[in-house]
């Protein structure tokens, strides 16, 4: 058991670099990853039954504790990337599916990695769980509310299926999750430890997958795509860390609010855009998937160095 905890620690560690080594592959051997694409739906259902084993009653004290920086990471997530994916698609004028694609996974809730981005930043990791769990169990009735508001000029969208699916997806494995920790107690601690081989090997089959199935599309309009997920991923995480020292958030929260932003739960746009709309959309959320892996370490690097040199500044002053 030692041995496969290790693995899941190496493996959650190197997590960009499977994610992008298997997006490659999938990308150049379509037909080994098609299968997969069958499994999109029950492998973010075991993501988020891992991420109902990981919750704790102490992740929702956050949200009485400190309710309005908890409020305030919820608004921004829900506020800054839907808008942020609508401008883009209406700047670069985006054909339907890419833009439904891009403005699905900018509403979508906060992506569990943000939390690990936020301690290797220094961040307020208790206000990073609060706000990804806050904004993932609303999910439900938020993110479709958003995609249909946001995404109808250029596709069809149906609220009450998209609803239902997320139920079906995100908040019942969650719930379960919840239940079978109540439960069991200290028992499910094991397989806590081996979680992030579990996630790992889900988000990377989902990439794999959607990338096979929309392989020639890819070859004709990726870097269209890689261009967009890059601003917005990118623009999200410095509007997200402005919008919490507008509001006064000291350094530690104003960073954990640029993760949180800009790091979106992908495995569940891609699920999304697959069961309802076609393999192009689910693109930007799997590029997404590969890119804000990448760019988390990257930002969290240079916050925790913001943050040493924040210390150094009195000292020198001293």
Known sequence: MRALIAL?????????LWVLLFAV????????????TAWIVPLLGLIMFGMGLTLKAEDFREVARRPLWVALGV??????????????????????????????????????????MTWFARGDVALSVSITAVTTLLAPLVTPSLIWALASEWLPVSFSAMFISILKMVLLPI??????????????????EVLPLISVLSI??????????????????GLLIMAVVVLHNGIGLGLGFLAGRVFGLPLAQSKTLSIEVGMQNSGLGAALASAHFSPLAAVPSALFSVWHNLSGPLVATLYRRLDDASKQAPEQKA
């Open 8 to 16: 899941s620690r190496f493996v959650g560690n190197t997590f960009a």
């Open 204 to 221: 990377v089959a989902i990439v794999a997958a959607v990338v096979a199935a929309s392989q020639a599309r890819i070859a004709e309009s």
């Open 175 to 192: 719930v379960l999750g919840l239940i079978v920790r109540r439960l069991l107690g200290n028992r499910v601690q094991l397989a806590v």
């Open 25 to 36: 592959l999938a990308f150049l051997l379509p037909a080994a990853f098609l299968p997969l």
């Open 75 to 116: 608004l921004a997530q829900f506020i800054i990337m839907p808008g942020l994916a609508w401008l883009l698609c209406k700047a670069l004028a985006l054909p339907a599916e890419i833009a439904v694609g891009v403005i699905l996974v900018g509403c979508c809730p906060g992506g569990t990695a943000s939390n690990v």
